[in-house]
């Protein structure tokens, strides 16, 4: 098959997990590309919208057979933004993941796969990224494997969004313990948006890395 990989930002922190996939899908013997901006997508059977940040037109999306993207939660539940962030803030590490077809509407178009990933609640940042991505790469490649049998399925339920997290989401509450916070901790990005906390009129920053 002509496969298309596309993640719409060079820098991402997906891209090395990007070219896996390729690598991955290449060795099945399909032809992949990947590309880093829409207006690279060519013609084919399938591409993969990984770690887009953009919305992708209609007009692109008919360029391909299947668009198919792989979203952390239980669709119709958790649409939207940082799903996976948002679950593990809520204290949860059993963490749902659905292979979609994408559409014009956000995050609504049938599914194909389904699967959880289970966390133990000591992963940190970069941990639950990696454990994530390693998640799609699976998902992806068995949607390649199984692309004769797989039906589309129609999302059913009480759909559900998460909010983009800001800057303000990554501040916490000193009142609290580090017990209590340790979740918020997990899901900080040290590098770009770490904890903070302000105290007498000063702002404080707080990076969290294990042994």
């Known amino acids: 098959m002509r496969i298309t990989i596309l993640t719409d930002n060079k820098n991402s922190w997906f891209v ?16 992949v590309e990947y590309v880093f901006n829409k207006n690279e997508i060519k013609q084919g059977d399938i591409c993969f919208l990984l ?5 992708i037109e209609k007009s692109f999306l008919d360029l391909n057979k299947n668009n198919i993207v792989v979203h952390a939660s239980d669709l119709p539940k958790g649409k939207g933004f ?5 679950q ?13 077809e ?14 959880v990933i289970h966390y133990n609640g000591t992963e940190l940042y970069d ?3 990696e454990i994530l991505s390693e998640k799609i790469i699976e998902m992806c490649a068995e949607f390649v494997d199984r692309y004769d049998e ?10 559900s969004f998460y909010k983009r997290r800001t800057i303000k989401d990554d501040e ?10 340790f979740n918020h901790f997990r899901i900080a990005d040290n590098q770009r948006f770490p904890v903070f906390f302000n105290y007498l009129g000063n702002k404080y920053i707080i990076k969290i890395e294990k042994e």
Do not use: M
């Open 82 to 86: 940082a799903p996976l962030q948002w």
């Open 102 to 115: 994408a559409v014009e509407a956000v995050d609504a178009g049938p599914y194909y796969i389904k699967s």
């Open 127 to 129: 941990e639950l990224r």
């Open 150 to 159: 797989l039906k589309p399925i129609e999302q059913k339920g009480v759909e």
């Open 51 to 55: 770690s887009c940040s953009n919305i």
């Open 172 to 181: 916490i509450d000193i009142e609290k313990s580090i017990k209590e916070l």
């Open 16 to 31: 090395e997990y990007g070219e896996k996939l390729e690598k991955v899908l290449r060795q099945k013997n399909h032809q």
């Open 88 to 100: 593990i803030f809520e204290g949860k590490n059993d963490i749902p993941i659905t292979l979609f």
